[in-house]
């Protein structure tokens, strides 16, 4: 079994069992050193969502290290047969492992996704630029991580409903330890300043990963 740490859509059960319908011990971790950061084009919301690639609004979560900073986070066991799955999800990200904390303080090591760049997802992740141009091009043209997009609203809401199922500490969590892809902008300031409001407060979010 493979121990994976889930920081965004994958704090919802019901979006990681959309990938992996055999995952068990879904749980609640905090992971040290770690803060999240909106700043990976989400190819997804062009080829399943309708999302205009001219937009700002058109980014996924990330994680980057960052002492002092803590996430919250949820964790699960996948099948290693199931794995590929996740990691087909997750395509455009760097896999790590980290460390995190359960309610018990017990330790446990995870999978996480987190920051790239374009050279290493081009040179490394897509073999021939014919799969770069499936993956990504013929969606989207431009870089894939980036400092000045914004989260695209329909996931940055189905992210917080996410975490406010989990908890009001696992909401304030999100809020104060995720950043615009700024580095210095957080989530919580964002949300406050952004007209017209983001309307996520009553469930409804319809987005979903496998959604076309």
Request: aromatic letters at 10%; a neutral charge; hydrophobic letters at 35%.
């Given at each position: 079994?493979?121990?994976?740490?889930?920081?965004?859509?994958?704090?919802?059960?019901?979006?990681?069992?959309?990938?992996?319908?055999?995952?068990?011990?879904?749980?609640?971790?905090?992971?040290?050193?770690?803060?999240?950061?909106?700043?990976?084009?989400?190819?997804?919301?062009?080829?399943?969502?309708?999302?205009?690639?001219?937009?700002?609004?058109?980014?996924?979560?990330?994680?980057?290290?960052?002492?002092?900073?803590?996430i919250i986070c949820s964790a699960f066991e996948v099948p290693e047969a199931d794995f590929p799955a996740l990691y087909e999800r997750e395509h455009r990200f760097r896999w790590i492992e980290a460390e995190a904390l359960d309610e018990t303080g017990s330790r446990c090591r995870g999978r996480i996704c987190t920051g790239s760049n374009d050279m290493d997802y081009r040179l490394n992740k897509c073999v021939t630029p014919e799969e770069y141009h499936r993956r990504v091009g013929q969606y989207y043209g431009g870089s894939l991580w980036r400092d000045d997009i914004l989260p695209y609203r329909r996931y940055l809401a189905f992210c917080l409903e996410a975490a406010a199922s989990q908890g009001q500490a696992v909401l304030d969590n999100f809020m104060?330890?995720?950043?615009?892809?700024?580095?210095?902008?957080?989530?919580?300031?964002?949300?406050?300043?952004?007209?017209?409001?983001?309307?996520?407060?009553?469930?409804?979010?319809?987005?979903?990963?496998?959604a076309r």
């Open positions: 079994m493979i121990t994976v740490l889930g920081y965004g859509s994958l704090l919802s059960q019901r979006s990681a069992l959309e990938t992996v319908p055999s995952l068990t011990g879904f749980r609640r971790v905090r992971v040290p050193g770690y803060r999240r950061i909106f700043n990976k084009v989400g190819v997804v919301f062009f080829s399943r969502h309708g999302a205009d690639p001219a937009s700002l609004e058109i980014a996924s979560c990330s994680t980057q290290a960052m002492p002092g900073s803590e104060d330890s995720s950043f615009l892809a700024d580095g210095h902008t957080s989530i919580r300031e964002y949300l406050s300043a952004l007209e017209p409001a983001l309307q996520w407060q009553d469930g409804t979010s319809d987005y979903s990963y496998r």
